[in-house]
C-alpha cells in the first residue's frame, strides 16, 4: 500500500520559486520511482521530474531543466521539487506519483505509474 500526499503549491510571480513536497507512505516498498508530473488546464499531463529512490538518479524534462530540481529526504520520507525562476507556463495542478519499477523503464509515461497523490495547484502570475 502506497500513499502519496502533496502539498507546497501557491501562487507567485514570474521569476519566483515555490518548493513542493511528496510524502510517501510505502509499507509494501513500491515506490522506487518517484515523479512529478503536471497537468495545466485544457492540456494532457506531462512528466516534469523523477528519482529513482535506490540510486538517487534523476531525470527532468527539457522544459524544467536547470530550473526544478527534484530530491528526496529519507529520513522524512519526502520527495522535493524545487521549483525555481518559475514561468506563466508552469501553472499547472502538480502531481506525485510512484511505481516499483525502475525510472529508466517508465520514464514518464503516466499510464506506467501505479499510484497517484491528490495534487497541489501552482499558479504563476506574469
Known amino acids: 500500500q502506497v500513499q502519496l500526499v502533496e502539498s507546497g503549491g501557491g501562487s507567485v510571480e514570474a521569476g519566483g520559486s515555490l518548493r513542493l513536497s511528496c510524502v510517501v507512505s510505502?509499507?509494501?516498498?513500491?515506490?522506487?520511482?518517484v515523479a512529478w508530473f503536471r497537468q495545466a488546464a485544457g492540456k494532457e499531463r506531462e512528466g516534469v521530474a523523477q528519482?529513482?529512490?535506490?540510486?538517487?538518479?534523476?531525470t527532468y524534462a527539457d522544459s524544467v531543466k536547470g530550473r526544478f530540481t527534484i530530491s528526496q529526504d529519507n529520513a522524512k520520507n519526502t520527495v522535493y521539487l524545487q521549483m525555481n525562476s518559475l514561468k506563466p507556463e508552469d501553472t499547472a495542478m502538480y502531481y506525485c506519483?510512484?511505481?516499483?519499477?525502475?525510472?529508466?523503464?517508465?520514464?514518464?509515461?503516466?499510464?506506467?505509474?501505479?499510484?497517484w497523490g491528490q495534487g497541489t495547484q501552482v499558479a504563476v502570475s506574469s
Open positions: 506519483a510512484a511505481v516499483a519499477s525502475l525510472c529508466q523503464l517508465v520514464q514518464f509515461d503516466s499510464d506506467e505509474y501505479t499510484y
Open positions: 510505502d509499507s509494501t516498498d513500491s515506490a522506487n520511482c
Open positions: 528519482i529513482y529512490s535506490l540510486g538517487h538518479t534523476t
